[in-house]
């Protein structure tokens, strides 16, 4: 895949770049290992400056940046600018954060009188270099969610972008050194894919990160594996957004469509698979199709517009071979469907019904804007059809009754269960998945401590 912006709302090829060679990767590798040495002395409060220093930057920049990834992978403009603006919360939570997190913890002195030591006490000190391989769905806040804590640890970080955002790719790399940070603290690495498993076999790099696809992350974590390196993989999700009789059916079908849609549909944490308790069920389709076939789709620097194209043309193709296969299957088109006409990677705000298990979008993730819906009978059929996935990454459950809550925090098999809400991240929440979604955690305290060597120092008599 060529390194290059291309327009999703026409097509057009905007800017292409060469790929970094051998001789100008080995030189990144070598300031990033050289950086490390002396960064990883700095106090908490001076990298703190620094990261308080990039979050005012980018908000200074937030409209140009915002209209940058609008034009590379096709995000409504207004989305942009408050992935934008999450970012700068995030960098900005971390720096306040980070040195509470990492203080040295010690034992209670009792649940350690029989180690012959006078004091214990745990300290967390960074790795090194940390690869991270990214994809373009949200171009600076996956990246921002696992550079804020990387390097508030006192690691550096080597970024392997989607090769579809190469201008954000590079954007990152300026703003930290525009915010004072060394060269070899933060740098892009404009590579193809094949690049990758070299530069995780060098021994320079000592960890590394990936959000994206399954495929992916089995390459990179059979490759970490073999080198014995520590990964964090967040890959796909197939959400599930269950809907019982004492829901707030008006707001449980207005959320239910933002959260199909946003940054259209193209997000892991999107929900994706609708299961309405049949006492419900027709109440709620009526809602839920009513407000899909309500949305914007169009220009994605439009303000107005809700549904942007699909970041590529092979993305497009994938979402509408799903839908096809389901239709072809028995599944009922209740609005969308069908491929728009005119340039573009459009595809309409879609829900099916009728979906059974012998479906391709029961089983694969339907990244775009692609709603299924189910008909559960009971609180233990809902179960059922939302753990009958291979991903975990989140849920969402709409009940007002407590019991049904409890029941579904302790058998719904992902990796959060939003009540009477929408999945979203937040600096001080944990985030990932369980099953094919991956592991590890990003975010909050849990995050910061994955890239870090958890060091148990024992002092004697």
Not at 174 to 197: K, M, N, P, W, Y
Request: net charge negative.
């Amino acid at each position: 895949m060529p390194i290059a912006t291309v327009n999703p709302a026409n097509g057009e090829t905007l800017r292409t770049y060469e790929a970094m060679g051998e001789e100008e990767t080995e030189r990144r590798l070598q300031l990033a290992e050289a950086t490390f040495r002396t960064y990883r002395t700095t106090a908490f409060e001076e990298r703190a400056r620094l990261l308080h220093r990039a979050a005012d930057l980018l908000d200074e920049d937030r409209r140009s940046i915002a209209e940058v990834m609008t034009t590379e992978m096709g995000k409504p403009v207004g989305q942009a600018r408050a992935e934008a603006a999450k970012c700068a919360k995030a960098m900005r939570w971390y720096a306040d954060h980070a040195a509470d997190l990492l203080a040295d913890e010690e034992p209670d002195p009792s649940d350690v009188k029989d180690s012959g030591a006078s004091r214990v006490l745990v300290r967390y000190r960074p790795l090194g270099p940390v690869l991270a391989v990214m994809p373009w769905n949200f171009p600076l806040w996956q990246v921002v969610r696992f550079a804020a804590p990387a390097l508030m640890a006192g690691n550096v970080g080597l970024l392997k972008h989607a090769s579809n955002v190469p201008q954000t790719a590079l954007y990152l790399e300026d703003l930290f050194h525009r915010a004072g940070f060394s060269e070899g603290c933060f740098q892009t690495l404009l590579i193809g894919s094949a690049a990758v498993d070299d530069i995780l076999r060098d021994e320079r790099v000592r960890a590394a990160t990936l959000t994206g696809s399954e495929p992916a992350g089995r390459a990179v974590a059979a490759t970490a594996g073999e080198m014995i390196k520590k990964t964090v993989l967040e890959l796909g999700g197939s959400d599930p957004f269950v809907v019982m009789p004492s829901a707030d059916l008006d707001r449980a079908a207005e959320v239910a469509v933002t959260a199909r849609v946003q940054n259209t549909g193209q997000s892991c944490i999107a929900a994706k698979r609708f299961i309405v308790h049949t006492d419900v069920y027709d109440a709620f389709t009526e809602r839920f199709t009513r407000g899909m076939r309500a949305l914007t789709t169009g220009d994605p620097m439009d303000e107005a517009t809700d549904v942007g194209p699909l970041a590529s043309e092979q993305g497009r193709k994938d979402l509408a071979e799903l839908v096809d296969d389901a239709v072809r299957s028995g599944a009922r088109v209740l609005c969308g469907g069908e491929l728009p006409e005119g340039p573009g990677w459009y595809y309409p705000p879609t829900v099916l019904a009728g979906i059974t298990r012998d479906m391709r979008v029961h089983r694969e993730e339907a990244f775009g804007p692609v709603a299924t819906l189910y008909r559960a009978a009971d609180l233990d059929e809902a179960v059922l059809i939302a753990n009958d996935s291979l991903f975990g990454l989140s849920s969402n459950v709409w009940t007002q009754d407590e019991a049904e809550v409890d029941r579904f925090v302790r058998d719904l098999e992902a990796g959060g269960v939003f009540v009477n809400g929408m999945t979203a991240s937040h600096p001080g929440l944990p985030f990932g998945g369980v099953k094919r979604s991956g592991y590890g955690r990003e975010l909050s305290g849990h995050g910061i401590r994955e890239f870090c060597n958890i060091t148990t120092v024992w002092h004697g008599a």
